[in-house]
């Protein structure tokens, strides 16, 4: 069974351009019906808030949605290894790479998330929720955009908000032109997936969201080059892209009429 990495660029749990449609294709990349994913919120803090939008936006289109917070688990214990391997999908949300890499680091993260990997759980994560999973990726952790580790399972780097970003996306080219390693460039709304290490597809959801393979070049100057995308834009339901203040109204109709209670 291949390993699965469903790797975004900028992903949120709102109905803006691109992000219904993604949420759509991790689902339809799951295979399975009313499939149980879980979202990582670590790198973030585990806000309230991304964990309601995250359980409005998976669990209306009838998967089974839940969240472990690691920042309480003193309150509320869970069997990390066994919540990990009873899931389809588990999800990693962004924030700061590197609160996401120590906070993993202290309770085993990375070493279960391998094992669920293994036995067929598809991973996605999105900004620092992807970078993790390369040697190193561009983060604002500590202000202005910098190199930083990741965990390594992917070999090279990642720069994730690609266009949105400016100036990550300069000191990455930055940092390729003076030797690290290569990587990928990737806008928000896109996504790579990676089975067993290699990409076997590119998808963009939002029109003229791109992915770029990004190398060191001759004379100090890093070679961007574009990746072939497949557009899953034409996906989005016939009503478009909603408004924030849309999705708000929606997310609180969600809240007060869900049933689905705090798990995990």
């Known amino acids: 069974m291949a390993s699965r990495l469903l790797l975004m660029g900028g992903h949120e749990f709102d109905r803006l351009d691109g992000n219904e449609v993604l949420c759509d294709f991790i689902l339809e990349t799951a295979g399975t019906a009313s499939p149980r994913i879980c979202l990582l919120p670590t790198a973030s803090g585990d806000p309230d808030d991304q964990i309601a939008r995250f ?13 472990i917070s690691l920042f309480r688990l003193g309150d509320s214990p869970v069997d990390l290894e066994a919540c ?11 924030g700061s790479l590197l609160n996401l890499v120590a906070v993993w680091g ?11 990997l293994e036995a067929g759980v598809l991973i996605c994560g999105q900004s620092a929720g992807a970078m993790c999973w390369f040697e190193w990726g561009i983060t604002t952790s500590s202000g202005a955009p910098a190199m930083a580790d990741g965990l390594g399972l992917l070999p090279g780097s ?3 908000h690609y266009h949105r970003d400016p100036e990550r996306r300069e000191a990455y080219l ?7 390693p290569a990587g990928y460039g ?12 290699e990409v076997t597809r590119v998808v963009s959801a939002r029109t ?11 004379g100090g100057i890093a070679t961007e080059t574009p990746m072939k995308v497949e557009d899953i834009s034409h996906l989005a339901g016939d009503d478009g892209p909603a408004s924030s203040i849309d999705d708000f109204r929606e997310l609180n109709r969600w809240r ?9």
């Open 186 to 197: 990737a806008d928000d709304q896109t996504a790579l997936l990676f089975e067993d290490g």
């Open 158 to 160: 990642l720069c994730v």
């Open 208 to 218: 003229g969201a791109g992915v770029w393979r990004v190398t060191g070049g001759q």
């Open 174 to 180: 930055a940092e390729l032109a003076t030797g690290a």
């Open 256 to 264: 007060f009429g869900s049933s689905i209670g705090r798990g995990h």
């Open 84 to 94: 990990f391997l009873a899931q389809d999908v588990i999800y990693v949300g962004g």
């Open 106 to 116: 202290a309770h085993g993260v990375f070493e279960l998330l391998c094992e669920a």
């Open 55 to 67: 359980r409005r936006a998976f669990g209306s289109r009838g998967a089974e949605a839940t969240d």
